[in-house]
């Protein structure tokens, strides 16, 4: 009998863990270690399915992260959420930049117009 995770359950670990990772400004670091050890991921997720029953009883969803790691196809889904996500952040902090240099600007602008009255 074979056990595997649901699509549904793979997009929401999926979602999950590259939520955390951008969280914690981690996406760079994450997306090499994910590449280096694509290789090894199925002996990593089998490792999990070992201490599963140990760990199991502190983290309820651990066995659903063995289960995502078993399949190479789910690291390459992770890494291009980890990417988009990369690509969110970015636009985010060109988007604030551009904010607070029209803000300067504007400020600049306003001390200008005050000094000359």
């Known amino acids: 009998m074979k056990y595997e995770i649901t699509p549904e359950r793979r997009d929401e670990v999926c979602e999950i863990l590259a939520t955390r990772i951008a969280r914690y400004g981690m996406i760079v670091p994450a997306i ?19 201490i599963s029953p140990m760990v199991g009883v502190f983290i309820e969803t ?14 390459e889904m992770l890494i291009k959420r980890l990417e988009e ?15 607070l240099k029209a803000e300067r600007k504007r400020k600049r602008e306003e001390r200008k117009k005050k000094s000359q009255q």
């Open 32 to 50: 090499f270690f994910l590449e280096m050890n694509r290789p090894i991921s199925f002996l990593g997720s089998q490792a999990m399915h070992f």
């Open 85 to 99: 996500l990369g690509e969110e952040q970015e636009e985010e902090e060109k988007a604030r930049k551009a904010r």
């Open 62 to 75: 651990f066995e659903d992260y063995a289960f995502f790691f078993e399949d190479r196809d789910n690291l």
